[in-house]
Every structure is written in structure tokens, then in C-alpha cells.
């Protein structure tokens, strides 16, 4: 995450610079989750504590989430779900999610 961080901070604040009200990259976003290439994850407003998203080649959303507990909260039934058998794309065998 840190690395993400560093190839993403832009001397101005966003990138590209001449887009500052819509940016694909702010310094104030801070990546939580990521994946391997960096190509798309989730990152944190730490001017608002809203969760956004992002991936290489598309509009960043803002604002999905209102802030970390929600996003945790939506994750934690995401799981419920799971477990209950009652998500479209993933269930459990023999104690692993599997996902479809």
C-alpha cells in the first residue's frame, strides 16, 4: 500500500492536474485495499472518511461508502450472506468460500 501511495502522490494534489473537482487520483485518497498491480482498489477521503474506488481507465468513484465503519458493516453481511447460502456468486465447501 505504501508504494501504491508513493507512485500515485502528484505534486498539486490530483491527477491529472488541470481536473481538480474530477480527479482520477487525490493525495488526500489512501489505498486500504488493492489489487496485486494496483490496477483497482478501494481507498479512503481523509477529508470527508468516505470510501471510494478506483480502476486504471475508468471514473473513480467517490462516496460509495459514507465512512470505513460502513464499509467494514457492508463486508461483515456481505459474509453473513455467504455463510447463509444466500449469495449469488460465492457460497462455503468444506469450510472455503468458493466463488463462482
Same mark, same amino acid.
Given at each position: 500500500m505504501e508504494k501504491l501511495y508513493a507512485n500515485r502522490f502528484m505534486p498539486g #494534489?490530483? @491527477? /491529472? /492536474? #488541470? $481536473?481538480? @473537482? @474530477?480527479?482520477?487520483? $487525490?493525495?488526500?485518497?489512501i489505498p486500504f485495499v488493492s489489487d496485486q498491480d494496483g490496477w483497482t482498489g478501494k481507498f479512503i477521503d481523509v477529508r470527508d472518511e468516505r470510501i471510494g474506488r478506483w480502476f486504471v481507465g475508468e471514473t473513480t468513484i467517490t462516496g460509495e461508502c459514507a465512512s470505513l465503519a460502513d464499509y467494514f458493516d457492508s463486508v461483515a453481511e456481505m459474509l453473513m450472506r455467504i455463510a447463509d447460502g444466500n449469495h449469488p456468486v460465492c457460497g462455503v465447501a468444506e469450510g472455503r468460500l468458493v466463488w463462482s
Amino acid at each position: 500500500m505504501e508504494k501504491l501511495y508513493a507512485n500515485r502522490f502528484m505534486p498539486g #494534489g490530483c @491527477d /491529472p /492536474p #488541470g $481536473r481538480p @473537482d @474530477d480527479p482520477f487520483w $487525490r493525495n488526500e485518497w489512501i489505498p486500504f485495499v488493492s489489487d496485486q498491480d494496483g490496477w483497482t482498489g478501494k481507498f479512503i477521503d481523509v477529508r470527508d472518511e468516505r470510501i471510494g474506488r478506483w480502476f486504471v481507465g475508468e471514473t473513480t468513484i467517490t462516496g460509495e461508502c459514507a465512512s470505513l465503519a460502513d464499509y467494514f458493516d457492508s463486508v461483515a453481511e456481505m459474509l453473513m450472506r455467504i455463510a447463509d447460502g444466500n449469495h449469488p456468486v460465492c457460497g462455503v465447501a468444506e469450510g472455503r468460500l468458493v466463488w463462482s
